[in-house]
């Protein structure tokens, strides 16, 4: 099994899982040679991108960057903060704020809330709950709840971070929650009791039914990122024997997943997240990057693939640049 602790994604131990099948075989989708979708040109994004950088993950030295296309500003945010590895930063649907998790002295990992501008210090969602691990947190697309795991538990709360929803699903250990079709289902990935399988479900917040997404018999699959109300990205090994992770579009009516073009089978490709229909950013370690993991923008029709350095020459560093978020606003 892949170490999951290298792109901050905190995993416990699980004691179950739910029964499902796997999705078929994974297709891939148009080739690059495809007259209806040729390859285009490096697009010109006018949003912003919000990640997370850091040496390694146990060095506890994570810093989060903003960088905004349209005035090639980057920013580290996270300097001016008294939080210790601060990683994993989500957009409000209105772009105005984020959420991320973090820690500060004496106490666990918790979610904290910022707006983008402030001179304040971001405020602790979840200080009131003690020494809890509280992580991954997301919006909802209406902007008034936050989705996050806490001891390895899906959890909802309100935006001053007071719990609302417990959602009861069979892993005992649930992690990284999205929220989809218009915040009543959120994806999340489970894994099972031995450890060695981790995929991809829906959980229905109107009736609690829990359904498998990606199960793939000994394919670790994880980072559920919704596209929109029919897809999401998520991350999965190339093989049983080729652990090279892998950004796949997978389909929440069951169709079979599509590995995207971008990937390469010798390299990681994780952390992927949408910019519009055609395009996203996502990290991946190939070669003639400048670090570990490095920011890229992809064209998941074509497979073109562009280095974030090509927007700014200090997006991407020796060290590792993961969980990227884009918002438009």
């Not at 074509?302 to 884009?326: D, F, I, P, Q, R």
Request: net charge neutral; glycine share 8%.
């Amino acid at each position: 099994m892949k170490n999951l602790f290298l792109r901050g994604w905190l995993i416990l131990f699980p004691v179950y899982l739910i029964v499902g099948t796997g999705c078929g075989k994974a297709q891939n989708i148009p080739q690059p040679n495809d007259t209806l979708n040729p390859p285009v040109h490096q697009p010109a994004l006018m949003g912003r991108l919000i990640f997370h950088s850091y040496t390694c993950y146990t060095c506890n030295d994570a810093k989060i960057y903003l960088y905004d296309f349209a005035t090639g500003k980057l920013s580290n945010l996270s300097d001016a903060w008294n939080i210790t590895n601060p990683m994993n930063a989500h957009f409000s649907p209105d772009g105005k704020s984020i959420v991320f998790m973090g820690r500060q002295q004496g106490s666990g990992w918790d979610i904290f809330r910022w707006r983008i501008g402030s001179s304040g210090s971001p405020v602790n969602l979840t200080a009131q709950y003690g020494n809890q691990r509280n992580e991954d947190p997301k919006y909802a697309a209406d902007g008034t709840r936050i989705v996050f795991k806490q001891n390895g538990r899906l959890k909802e709360a309100d935006t001053l971070g007071n719990i609302v929803r417990s959602l009861e699903v069979p892993q005992a250990e649930a992690s990284m929650p999205y929220y989809t079709k218009a915040d009543s289902v959120i994806l999340y990935s489970g894994m099972d009791a031995s450890g060695k399988e981790t995929d991809i479900f829906q959980v229905s917040l109107k009736t609690g039914f829990v359904k498998p997404l990606a199960a793939q018999p000994d394919i670790q699959e994880y980072y559920p990122i919704a596209r929109d109300d029919t897809s999401y990205f998520y991350s999965r090994w190339y093989s049983a024997s080729n652990r090279s992770d892998q950004v796949y579009l997978g389909f929440l009516n069951g169709r079979n997943p599509q590995r995207l073009l971008f990937n390469e089978s010798g390299a990681d490709f994780s952390d992927a997240y949408p910019v519009n229909s055609r395009f996203l950013i996502l990290s991946s370690t190939v070669s003639g990057g400048k670090g570990g993991y490095d920011l890229f923008v992809a064209d998941m029709v074509s497979g073109a693939k562009w280095s974030m350095n090509t927007y700014h020459l200090s997006v991407n560093s020796s060290g590792n640049e993961l969980g990227a978020c884009y918002t438009e606003r």
